[in-house]
């Protein structure tokens, strides 16, 4: 009895450090992790365009679980609830068709702020595209300890007297490595990154149809394309008006070269 409460012990101990360790790694990286074109329109009137045609316009806020369209004012539902907002989870972008930033109806501060982001955008300075080519260095040393920490990872599972404590707890290993992996938002594409804050001609899945639309590429994600300065239509009857664009990458794609 003595001696199988000393084993144990241990494994107890381990148990709770990984506990500790896995919740405290989500807890930061859920709360700094929000994707960086979604991010781009927080805080500015935005349309929701859902796959279904669905549309939903309210200023957005951004968290790492989702999107909330904040309306302009309350309204009643069809049973007769006030409602102030809409929410979108995050296991719902699947539903994203686009999100839509359509200029006139952006507020004069949010204008102003738009604006400057595009001169800052469009011809990038030689400045500004080696700040840019450094944190692309870091994305990619971070990628890589990825990497390694799973490689590492595996082999000490097979090859260490570890081995057996990493298996016992694989699945707080696991999740760890979601949390992390999860979090890192941006997926470097060197085809992509040449042309960024330059025209490109944007290639849109709309229900059976492909739409191009020509903008300033601003940044692209794991998920999400975003262009500035589109003529868009969101009916074909309608007269086109200036947006900006934040598109998934499963309906988005850049085709062309605009300049």
């Not at 968290?63 to 006030?82: S, W």
């Not at 990038?124 to 971070?142: D, E, G």
């Not at 590492?152 to 699945?171: R, Y």
Request: charged share 30%.
């Amino acid at each position: 009895m003595p001696y199988i409460f000393a084993v144990t012990i241990p494994y107890t101990a381990i148990t709770i450090i990984f506990i500790v360790l896995a919740t405290a790694v989500g807890a930061f990286v859920r709360k700094r992790s929000r994707d960086k074109c979604l991010k781009d329109f927080s805080q500015n009137m935005v349309t929701l365009e859902e796959t279904s045609g669905k549309a939903i316009w309210g200023t957005l806020r951004v968290e790492n679980t989702g999107l909330e369209f904040v309306y302009p004012e309350k309204h009643k539902d069809e049973e007769g609830h006030d409602e102030a907002s809409y929410i979108l989870y995050k296991y719902e972008y699947p539903k994203i068709g686009a999100l839509i930033r359509f200029h006139d109806e952006l507020s004069e501060r949010n204008k102003k702020a738009r604006e400057k982001e595009l001169k800052r955008t469009y011809h990038p300075t030689a400045l500004q595209r080696f700040k840019r080519k450094i944190k692309n260095v870091f994305k990619t040393i971070r990628d890589s300890v990825m990497e390694i920490v799973n490689l590492l990872i595996s082999q000490a599972k097979k090859a260490t007297p570890a081995g057996a404590v990493l298996t016992s707890q694989d699945k707080y290993v696991s999740r760890m490595k979601q949390e992390l992996m999860g979090s890192v938002g941006t997926s470097f594409e060197p085809l992509l990154e040449r042309y960024i804050g330059q025209k490109v001609v944007l290639e849109m899945i709309k229900g059976d149809k492909v739409f191009e639309y020509c903008g300033v590429l601003k940044e692209y994600t794991a998920n999400f394309i975003e262009i500035m300065d589109v003529n868009y239509k969101i009916k074909e009857d309608k007269p086109p008006r200036k947006v900006d664009l934040v598109v998934p990458r499963k309906y988005g794609v850049i085709r062309h070269i605009g300049e």
